[in-house]
Antibody, heavy 122, light 107 residues
Framework: EVQLVESGGGLVQPGGSLRLSCAASGFTFSSYAMTWVRQAPGKGLEWISTLTSSGGSTYYADSVKGRFTISRDNSKNTLYLQMNSLRAEDTAIYYC???????????????WGQGTVVTVSS | DIQMTQSPSTLSASVGERVTITCRASRSISSWLAWYQQKPGKAPKLLMYEASRLESGVPSRFSGSGSGTEFTLTISSLQPDDFATYFCQQYIDDSRSTFGGGTKVEI
């Protein structure tokens, strides 16, 4: 079964750090670009970062650029999101998602994890 | 950044009704548009890609159309399982995807 499972969310104080993980199974992880999307409580979806299949190129939304770092370990079939200098407005459900097409960057997302909740509050 | 505007934000409908949701892009995105369905507490589910292509396993009552800056998602006969929030997404820009604000379809 094709699956993505996020972990690492939790409660963190403003200015703190957190690392999210997304474990992939059921497909050739190293062949796909991967993305993080978040959803603030009661709000819409926000694309925040994409990493190419090889890990050679990264893309970030302005809202997280310079604070968040996306990475992957293809030997462990795992995607990461290192989040530093967290702010209250980073409070959201964080989803990892897989591009629909092998090797593509910039495509629809046909596989999503269940999400992990990040709460930034003192 | 390309802005995606969905309308309406909320739509009240009944089972069996035909429902149409609109998504407008701030500039042309050709056909690089996807539609997602999201139910409370769940991850989004891909319904359509490339504006009009139905994702595998999605019922044929869902259809998509449009190109350039204006797009529609149509549900031909609303079913109880279709009450949810729908989002559009542009992906013409490899490095910066954006989503619409969402349309909640309710009874």
């Amino acid at each position: 079964e094709v699956q993505l499972v996020e972990s690492g969310g939790g409660l963190v104080q403003p200015g703190g750090s957190l690392r999210l993980s997304c474990a992939a199974s059921g497909f050739t992880f190293s062949s796909y670009a991967m993305t993080w999307v978040r959803q603030a409580p009661g709000k819409g979806l926000e694309w925040i970062s994409t990493l190419t299949s090889s890990g050679g190129s990264t893309y970030y939304a302005d809202s997280v650029k310079g604070r968040f770092t996306i990475s992957r370990d293809n030997s462990k079939n795992t995607l990461y999101l290192q989040m530093n200098s967290l702010r209250a407005e980073d409070t959201a459900i964080y989803y990892c998602a897989r591009e629909r097409v092998v090797g593509a960057t910039g495509d629809a997302f046909n596989i999503w994890g269940q999400g992990t909740v990040v709460t930034v509050s003192s | 950044d390309i802005q995606m505007t969905q309308s309406p934000s909320t739509l009240s409908a009944s089972v069996g009704e035909r429902v149409t949701i609109t998504c407008r892009a701030s500039r042309s995105i050709s056909s690089w548009l996807a539609w997602y369905q999201q139910k409370p507490g769940k991850a989004p589910k891909l319904l359509m890609y490339e504006a009009s292509r139905l994702e595998s396993g999605v019922p044929s009552r869902f259809s998509g159309s449009g190109s350039g800056t204006e797009f529609t998602l149509t549900i031909s006969s609303l079913q109880p399982d279709d009450f949810a929030t729908y989002f559009c997404q542009q992906y013409i820009d490899d490095s910066r995807s954006t989503f619409g604000g969402g349309t909640k379809v309710e009874i």
